[in-house]
């Protein structure tokens, strides 16, 4: 049984930072392709960032130069760091794991970022 736990999600206003932590039970997290994505409020799922198992990153453009994708295996997770935040970020953010070549994929329950002016 897979499950993801998000953390971090906080309100902040605009221009500061926050990290975003995903922490992964069970599954190969080795070999998981993970995925962070948002969903705001009368609106459908956004992918934010993905990051390979190899360490290969890509970013949104709505997000790029300003958000962050890592992993630590070690530790089995996933981070976030989203600097300079826009009011427009406000979403509630997801984590999610999938497999190359597989239909299976995970999600978590969601943390909450809202960003005020």
């Known amino acids: 049984q897979v499950q993801l736990l998000e953390s971090g999600g906080d309100l902040v206003q605009a221009g500061w930072s926050l990290r975003l932590s995903c922490s992964v039970r069970?599954?190969?997290?080795?070999?998981?392709?993970m995925g962070w994505y948002r969903q705001a409020p009368g609106k459908q799922r956004e992918l934010v960032a993905t990051?390979?198992?190899?360490?290969?990153?890509n970013h949104a453009d709505y997000v790029k130069g300003r958000f962050n994708i890592s992993r630590e295996s070690a530790k089995r997770m996933v981070k976030l760091q989203m600097d300079s935040l826009k009011v427009e970020d406000t979403a509630v953010y997801y984590c999610?794991?999938?497999?190359?070549?597989?239909?299976?994929?995970?999600w978590g329950q969601g943390t909450q970022v809202t960003v005020s002016t």
């Open positions: 999610r794991l999938s497999y190359r070549g597989r239909s299976e994929n995970y």
């Open positions: 069970g599954g190969n997290f080795g070999l998981a392709i």
């Open positions: 990051i390979t198992p190899e360490g290969t990153t």
